[in-house]
């Protein structure tokens, strides 16, 4: 039990890092609400090293935590609607056979923004930023490829170091 | 990367071009009002023809919106993002200029209202 807390624990903070740095980037889609989704690479390893309830614990108290620490209370909403619903369209994409933590990584990039994206719609209660959506699509692609990629070592080496840790 | 992973990007990919085009084959046709929307509410339709300034303050903020040579843009806001402010100025049916912080919408509308237009054309 102590050793699962401490695993959720170092997800979270590396997390925590990875908005960090996405935060330092000067990078920004020019579209209200969203950002680039770094952190989504923990939420990726934590759904093929650790199990489902743990993963989706990581994504939640990750995303609460940033929102305070960096005093950024506004954007909880948006953010937490494109992790939740990045979190279980990449949890049904990992259990279908046929795919790699780099389609589930690309799934999650471009839901992650879809999420973030409907949101903001329901705040100001417009279809106009409809408009940002094939742009979202292929930014949620771009991120979720680059990702998946950094994320399939990663995955298997965390894999190997628990496996032998039991 | 498996088989499966390629025709899910293929497929996102698709969809996404097949958006733009949609919307890059739209008429595009000039507008005739800005429409301003706050909580998804209009708050006020100004004419583009008319070179004004429009000042709203709002308990969540401020933004100045100025209406220049027939288009409409975010002068000045003091939302954190500032990402409306920096929008390029708009003239067409349709398009908008958004400030999410502080749930404000600008909107350009087409002349449907005054009829004088469909004649015109
Ligand atoms: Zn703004």
């Known amino acids: 039990m102590t050793r699962k807390i401490t695993i959720t624990a170092l997800f979270v903070a590396l997390a925590m890092v990875l908005s960090y740095v996405e935060a330092l980037i000067p990078f920004n889609f020019g579209i209200p609400g969203v950002k680039l989704g770094l952190a989504n690479l923990v939420v990726v390893t934590a759904l093929y090293v650790l199990d489902a309830k743990t993963a989706f614990a ?4 990750r995303i609460i935590l940033i929102s305070v620490t960096f005093g950024n209370i506004a954007a909880l909403v948006y953010s937490l609607a494109g992790g939740i619903l990045s979190y279980f369209v990449m ?47 292929i930014a949620g692609v771009i991120t979720g490829l680059l990702i998946g990629l950094v994320a399939k070592p990663v995955i298997a080496a965390m894999s190997e170091y628990m496996g032998r840790e039991k | ?18 958006g733009l085009f949609f919307i890059r084959t739209r008429k ?15 708050f006020g339709k100004y004419d583009l023809e008319v070179p004004q300034e429009i000042v709203i303050e709002t308990d969540r903020g401020y933004n100045k919106i100025v209406i220049e040579n027939g288009a409409v843009r975010m002068e000045e806001a003091d939302c954190p993002d500032l990402i409306c402010v920096h929008h390029k100025s708009i003239s067409y049916d349709k398009e908008s200029i ?6 404000l919408v600008v909107e350009v509308t087409g002349g449907e209202e005054s009829g004088i237009d469909a004649v015109t054309y």
């Open chain 1, 91 to 137: 949890l049904a994409i990992s259990r279908i056979k046929g795919f790699s933590p780099v389609g589930v990584s690309v799934a999650g990039g471009v839901s992650h923004n879809l999420g973030q994206l409907i949101a903001a719609m329901l705040v100001i209660e417009s279809l106009s930023l409809s408009y940002y959506l094939p742009v979202l699509m």
């Open chain 1, 58 to 61: 990581v994504s939640v108290i």
């Open chain 2, 98 to 103: 958004i400030c999410l912080p502080h749930r």
């Open chain 2, 1 to 18: 990367m498996k088989k499966k992973d390629f025709i899910l990007i293929a497929v996102i990919l698709a969809l996404a071009l097949a």
């Open chain 2, 28 to 42: 595009h046709e000039e507008g005739r009002y800005a429409v301003v929307y706050i909580d998804g509410e209009e």
